[in-house]
């Protein structure tokens, strides 16, 4: 057993280090080490075949000997008269077969120890008798002892010590122990330098090649690890704390960014690592589309699914930073934690006791009008105040939600990275309506069923009006507007309130500023109540140039909405921002939900 655990690791080593061997040019010393290897199995082999061989014939020789032997002498005795009870002698020699037989046992007594670990040392120990096995690829260790009575098992690998099992063994027959070790997989991008410490000691440093390292660890406790190439550097952690697996998934930052200069251009420049990426090219008409962000997180993640809400779209949790510029700001994603950016706002730790979330959900419809579920073949519920929109969208289940503001800003920032232009209504399409005879009432929603791309219009012009989706997310600019929760606006200006239990339409919330009403051409970035977030202080733009849709507040109208209605005009896009009053509805005011798990 000790020569195949050799052999087998020999192997295993030779072919995961199959890069390191070629770089040294090794490859005929690992070709003689495996003959020698090979050559010494085989030898201990055809030892242990003919040892195992003569074993049991030997054993039933002498029983059977034994056996021959104290029937002649209990023939003699009873011929002679010193035994006169032939059922004594039958008795006795049963005996004889039965004193025999433990002996015959323990000569068969084999065990496999399961230990999922190839090239671990098992040893099962029981006194001062320990009996060795090495692990073969599949993870096992046959380990023969020659006692009956309890055993210990363990294994230790690459330094380190396995947990403890206990076996019985009373007789002839296959017993099982599984025994685990720490074993921590690293996985990082391939040709990264990695270094692993416990405490500030490094414990290992590699080159991974593959990007996946295993690790068998002395000790439970917290490990960090650091990787670095071609001069970028990521860290990440993970505490151990019990005998299992562990994986630790350690990447580089990757930050796209956007930055615009407070001019009356609609376009913002691409900065960090998107600075060279072309516009995305949304469909037309159920077309074909295409962005560089296809591939990126938290973009790539925006999917639609099936849940208790209806049809839905998922928002991986990302982290941003917003950095003023002048009149105009610079915002950045980035797909992982890092120094300086915060968890997006929909993600956030919101006071509700959920903590951060990994995910949330937005609706892919508005509400539809028949229990507030995102349907598609519905038109919008309309002519409801928003008190009653939170009301009946909760009612729905206790992570389901009425859309707030954190939930709108969180799609803005997604938007205006990948598109890097404030006019959605050029970049993706006009929305509103699709045509002027159903620009005065809501219709039925699903218009974009039939895209096969995320973003884009069903219209034949990217200005033209019609149905637009936003990475799924139909009509959040047309058909109706959605009330927006978690803000209202008061005398003192627009307040937030990110814990969904305390929504409200006039209290409970953090007080941000006073907001200019019209069409924004400069913004203000501040952090309330923990996020970061801007709103316009300037008004002089118009439907074509800075931000170009319109912002309007009014104090004795607390409750906010936003997006566009199903009437035709063009400054009526994703940051569309108006108001209602708190028993205000109309029929071109709807409502969305979102999910927060």
């Keep these: 057993q000790k020569s195949l655990g050799s052999l087998n690791g020999q192997v295993e080593e030779s072919i995961s280090g199959l890069s390191v061997v070629k770089a040294f040019c090794r490859e005929e010393e690992m070709e003689r080490e495996f003959a020698e290897k090979n050559q010494e199995l085989c030898k201990v082999s055809i030892q242990a075949l003919i040892c195992s061989g003569y074993l049991m014939p030997l054993m039933n020789v002498i029983n059977n000997l034994l056996y021959v032997v104290m029937s002649v002498l209990c023939g003699i005795f009873f011929v002679n008269g010193r035994i006169t009870d032939i059922g004594l002698v039958t008795s006795f020699l049963l005996y004889v077969r039965q004193f025999t037989r433990p002996f015959v046992e323990i000569a068969n007594i084999y065990n496999n120890f399961q ?21 073969g690829t599949n993870g096992v260790a046959a380990v023969r002892v020659n006692q009956t009575g309890p055993y210990t098992i363990t294994g230790t690998k690459d330094d380190a010590s396995s947990n403890s099992a206990s076996v019985n063994v009373t007789g002839e027959q296959t017993y099982t122990a599984t025994i685990k070790f720490i074993r921590l997989t690293v996985k990082t991008p391939a040709g990264s330098k990695l270094v692993l410490k416990n405490g500030t000691a490094a414990f290992k440093e590699v080159a991974s090649t593959t990007g996946t390292e295993v690790f068998y660890l002395p000790n439970t406790g917290t490990y960090n690890g650091e990787i670095s190439k071609d001069g970028e550097t990521a860290t990440g952690s993970i505490n151990c704390t019990a005998y299992q697996d562990y994986t630790l998934d350690i990447a580089f930052v990757h930050i796209y960014g956007a930055s615009w200069d407070g001019t009356s251009t609609t376009k913002w420049s691409r900065t960090d690592e998107s600075a060279g990426f072309t516009d995305p090219v949304p469909a037309i008409n159920n077309g074909n589309g295409n962005s560089p962000f296809d591939s990126l997180q938290p973009w790539a993640g925006m999917v639609k699914s099936e849940r208790t809400g209806g049809t839905m779209v998922a928002i991986p949790k990302f982290w941003y930073k917003i950095t003023q510029n002048g009149k105009g700001m610079k915002i950045q994603i980035a797909d992982r934690a890092t120094a300086g950016f915060s968890v997006s706002p929909a993600h956030m730790d919101r006071g509700d006791g959920k903590g951060e979330r990994d995910v949330v959900y937005v609706g892919r419809y508005h509400c539809g009008a028949s229990n507030y579920k995102s349907v598609t073949g519905q038109k919008p519920k309309v002519n409801i105040t928003r008190s009653a929109a939170r009301s009946g969208i909760h009612a729905l289940g206790s992570n389901i939600w009425q859309m707030d503001f954190a939930m709108r800003f969180t799609i803005w920032l997604l938007y205006i990275v990948e598109f890097a232009d404030w006019n959605t209504q050029k970049t993706i399409g006009g929305g509103c ?6 620009s005065s009432a809501v219709f039925n929603m699903g218009k974009t069923d039939g895209m096969t791309y995320h973003t884009g219009t069903v219209s034949n012009a990217h200005t033209a009006y019609g149905v637009c989706q936003y990475r799924w997310i139909e009509g959040l600019w047309d058909n109706c507007y959605d009330w927006m929760d978690g803000c209202y606006y008061n005398s003192s200006g627009l307040n937030i309130i990110l814990n969904p239990n305390s929504f409200s339409d006039s209290s ?3 007080a941000a500023g006073v907001p200019s009403n019209g069409w924004p051409s400069a913004f203000t970035v501040k952090t309330v109540a923990g996020m970061a977030l801007f709103y316009p202080t300037e008004a002089n733009g118009s439907e074509a140039t800075y931000s170009c849709d319109s912002w309007y507040f009014d104090a004795s109208s607390p409750c906010l909405c936003a997006g566009g209605s199903y009437y035709q005009v063009t400054y009526r896009g994703l940051f569309c921002v108006d108001y209602g009053g708190a028993s205000g509805s109309g029929d071109y005011i709807g409502a969305r939900l979102q999910e927060l798990p």
């Design 433 to 438: 309506s699709e045509t002027t005879s159903s």
């Design 508 to 510: 409970g919330g953090t």
């Design 115 to 135: 230990t999922a670990v190839a090239g671990a040392e098992v040893k099962a120990t029981k006194g001062s008798e320990v009996f060795t096995a090495i692990a």
